[in-house]
């Protein structure tokens, strides 16, 4: 054995992870860039004092492995980002004035600019975008999927996700390898998916079994690690996004379609183009567009880390079985944060 490989085994093993709350009973750390430093955040409350902090970590320890933050190259979407040390503060004092039926109209507004789409789609996307940052609360989550043909704005509706919603990953025609590493063994709920063309996925047995089962958060999917020669256990769970120019298979794709809405896709004329915003190329208006959508993005990790531990209230919406998973959920959040009776409603009816 070489020196080298001496010293590679002797170092302490570290694991990457997206974020870490020990499966909801530690407290939550998110990973974010802080001041260009890789690091997790976290919600610390003074009660005697009535103080609020944002607290922040390179690492965390007393586990095995140690858990670390990605750096900035290997987040797989567009990492949380401040620029300094206060920023983070600032956001938490922000996210202490607002409430799910500000947030949710902050999020239509900005879902709106860059979708053609009747307020139906409109709502359960807005609501979906707000109600991923609390995904790992769910007892189950269901998916959203989208049909449509080329220039019927479809994309657009998954990058408005992709630029709001939690840790949103977009991915086409990924290999397997990428679905496991991108789910990790630590803890569930570490990104969310949208799945472009999703109908050539349909054909891998491997890729459509993680799917099927990745709605609720204890399902675990067993893969024979060869470097280590033992069986590991991947996290599939995650709300995802499906999109696609036609349904896919029922006999093949049933467990993903059960789980899901289905909304049609049809070509429109939204106010702005989501891929412009994306690339404002120098352009002023353009820079602001996508600066609001950052803005709100880390308000809205902000309100997860004050509101996380909220202890869930109990809700009937006379429904049972599939229907109930589907719905209660997202309606037992919005519920449980005090969301107005009005927009409760309009959730229900659009659900």
Not at 72 to 79: K, L, S, V
Not at 152 to 157: E, H, L, N, V, Y
Not at 227 to 253: G, V, W
Not at 310 to 337: A, M, S
Request: charged share 30%; aromatic share 12%; with cysteine.
């Amino acid at each position: 054995m070489t020196s080298q490989q001496t010293r590679e085994e002797s170092k302490p093993r570290e694991e990457t992870v997206y974020k870490y709350s020990k499966k909801g009973l530690d407290q939550l750390r998110e990973a974010a860039i802080v001041a260009g430093q890789p690091c997790f955040i976290k919600y610390h409350c003074d009660e005697e004092k009535n103080k609020h902090f944002v607290q922040w970590e390179p690492k965390i320890n007393g586990f095995t492995p140690t858990l670390r933050p990605p750096l900035r190259e290997e987040y797989p979407y567009n990492p949380y980002e401040f620029t300094a040390v206060e920023e983070p503060q600032r956001y938490l004092y922000a996210a202490m004035k607002e409430t799910p039926d500000t947030l949710l109209t902050k999020i239509k507004t900005q879902v709106k600019l860059f979708n053609d789409i009747s307020d139906k789609a409109a709502t359960l996307l807005s609501a979906n975008i707000f109600g991923s940052y609390f995904q790992d609360r769910f007892s189950t989550v269901h998916y959203l999927f989208v049909v449509g043909a080329n220039g019927t704005g479809k994309s657009a509706f998954g990058e408005t996700y992709e630029c709001l919603g939690y840790r949103a990953v977009n991915v086409t025609n990924a290999t397997e390898s990428f679905w496991f590493r991108i789910f990790g063994t630590v803890e569930y709920g570490q990104v969310t998916i949208i799945v472009e063309e999703f109908d050539r996925m349909e054909e891998n047995s491997q890729i459509m079994a993680m799917l099927k089962v990745g709605y609720q958060p204890n399902a675990k999917v067993p893969r024979m690690n060869n470097d280590l020669t033992k069986m590991e256990f991947f996290y599939p769970y995650c709300f995802k996004i499906a999109i696609s120019e036609k349904s896919p298979n029922e006999d093949k794709a049933r467990g993903v379609l059960d789980r899901s809405f289905k909304n049609m896709s049809y070509k429109g004329s939204p106010k702005y183009s989501i891929k412009e915003i994306r690339n404002p190329q120098g352009n002023t208006e353009r820079q602001k567009l996508f600066d609001d959508m950052d803005h709100l993005r880390k308000l809205l990790l902000a309100y997860r880390l004050l509101h996380i531990k909220d202890p869930y209230k109990e809700i009937d919406i006379g429904l049972d079985g599939r229907d109930e998973e589907l719905c209660k959920p997202l309606l037992q959040l919005f519920y449980t944060l005090g969301a107005s009776e009005e927009t409760q409603t309009d959730i229900e009816k659009k659900l």
